[in-house]
């Protein structure tokens, strides 16, 4: 029989189920060892930064930023009215409490102009008063002009005869022992210190405060039901993502951390949108007041009622403020969302 050449065949290692070399190229037990659990948490989380767990330019994250973007305007536009009223009434309460009228009735008009001079000279030799001014027939008929109109039976009225007091703001008068003394001496004579308007200015105010808050807290609760929807969604979207993220050793911590960055940038984005446009209105209300035909006249009593209709470097900040207020609860909904999502599925 011809010689045969043995054949070399490759090794095997009792226990292995490939050959010496293919042995070779694995890892050490222990490097791979190294690679699970925390090395691959963390090398998860050096990676998956790069790639966004919730896309920020599909469909769903566009239409929930036009959503936020409304949300924050009404807010801005709520806080900057709600601002405006306040500069405004405070600004009124300022000019009523520093003046006070005296009313001088009419019921000898041949010694009317007498007893408003005497009246006059009174109230100008009395310490805290600043400045008196007794208003004529024709003064008196114009205040009037706004509920009655012109008319000559003005003329006719027993209109009374008023003089006004500016009072001294750093040292003002006792007002009531000025009302009783003026009225001991000129019978028919009464001071009026407008308290009654005060009080009512300030219910007008602190209601309007309570209206916006209320808006307000609407605006936060429908905000905070949007992001808590819109997490419900992303979360059940990238359900796969986020079970490979668990497989491979990222914690909760790192998952809600993803998405409470998205809805930060989403928040920070959409707030300084909408506080923009409410700048905006708020700029362009007396030019377009004026444009739709309201002239001078209401224009005139616009910044009458809301001061110069638009807002001062405090009032700015205060948008600032509610821009910062909607991306920290989109961020904080965000994450308590995903947490509680994770919580229940764990």
């Known amino acids: 029989m011809p010689h045969l050449q043995a054949r070399t065949e490759p090794t095997y290692d009792a226990g292995r189920t490939g050959p010496a070399t293919a042995r070779s190229m694995r890892p050490p037990l222990d490097q791979e060892r190294g690679e699970t659990g925390t090395g691959r948490g963390r090398r998860a989380a050096r990676t998956m930064p790069n790639t966004p767990i919730v896309p920020a330019g599909s469909v769903t994250g566009r239409s929930l930023t036009v959503v936020i973007t409304i949300m924050c305007f009404l807010a801005s536009l709520t806080a900057g009215a709600v601002y405006m009223m306040n500069q405004s009434a405070s600004a009124w309460l300022r000019d009523i409490a520093s003046e006070v009228t005296v009313q001088i009735e009419t019921?000898?008009?041949?010694?009317?102009?007498?007893?408003?001079?005497?009246?006059?000279?009174?109230?100008?030799?009395?310490?805290?008063?600043?400045?008196?001014?007794?208003?004529?027939?024709?003064?008196?008929?114009?205040?009037?002009?706004?509920?009655?109109?012109?008319?000559?039976a003005l003329a006719s009225l027993p209109v009374p005869r008023l003089i006004a007091i500016e009072l001294d703001r750093s040292s003002p008068p006792n007002v009531d022992a000025l009302r009783a003394e003026v009225g001991e001496r000129f019978p028919?004579?009464?001071?009026?210190?407008?308290?009654?308007?005060?009080?009512?200015?300030?219910?007008?105010?602190?209601?309007?405060?309570?209206?916006?808050?209320?808006?307000?807290l609407l605006v936060g609760a429908a905000t905070t039901a949007i992001i808590v929807s819109a997490t419900k969604s992303?979360?059940?979207?990238?359900?796969?993502?986020?079970?490979?993220?668990?497989?491979?050793?990222?914690?909760?911590?790192?998952?809600?951390?993803?998405?409470?960055?998205?809805?930060?940038?989403?928040?920070?984005?959409?707030?300084?949108?909408?506080?923009?446009?409410?700048?905006?209105?708020?700029?362009?209300?007396?030019?377009?007041?004026?444009?739709?035909?309201?002239?001078?006249?209401?224009?005139?009593?616009?910044?009458?009622?809301?001061?110069?209709?638009?807002?001062?470097?405090?009032?700015?900040?205060?948008?600032?403020?509610?821009?910062?207020?909607?991306?920290?609860?989109?961020?904080?909904?965000?994450?308590?969302?995903?947490?509680?999502?994770?919580?229940?599925?764990?």
């Open 107 to 152: 019921k000898d008009r041949a010694e009317i102009d007498k007893t408003v001079a005497e009246v006059t000279g009174f109230l100008a030799s009395q310490p805290g008063v600043a400045k008196v001014k007794a208003l004529s027939v024709n003064d008196a008929a114009q205040l009037l002009e706004p509920w009655l109109g012109q008319t000559d």
């Open 188 to 216: 028919g004579v009464s001071v009026d210190d407008h308290r009654r308007w005060q009080q009512q200015i300030r219910t007008i105010t602190r209601s309007f405060a309570l209206g916006g808050l209320a808006i307000l």
């Open 234 to 346: 992303a979360m059940a979207s990238n359900r796969d993502i986020v079970e490979v993220l668990h497989f491979v050793g990222a914690t909760d911590r790192f998952i809600a951390r993803e998405f409470e960055r998205h809805f930060l940038r989403l928040g920070v984005r959409a707030g300084v949108v909408g506080a923009l446009w409410a700048t905006g209105v708020f700029l362009a209300m007396p030019t377009v007041m004026e444009i739709m035909g309201g002239g001078a006249v209401t224009l005139a009593e616009i910044r009458r009622l809301v001061g110069i209709a638009s807002l001062d470097a405090p009032g700015y900040f205060l948008l600032a403020i509610v821009v910062l207020v909607i991306a920290a609860l989109c961020m904080l909904t965000s994450r308590l969302g995903v947490y509680r999502i994770l919580n229940s599925q764990h």
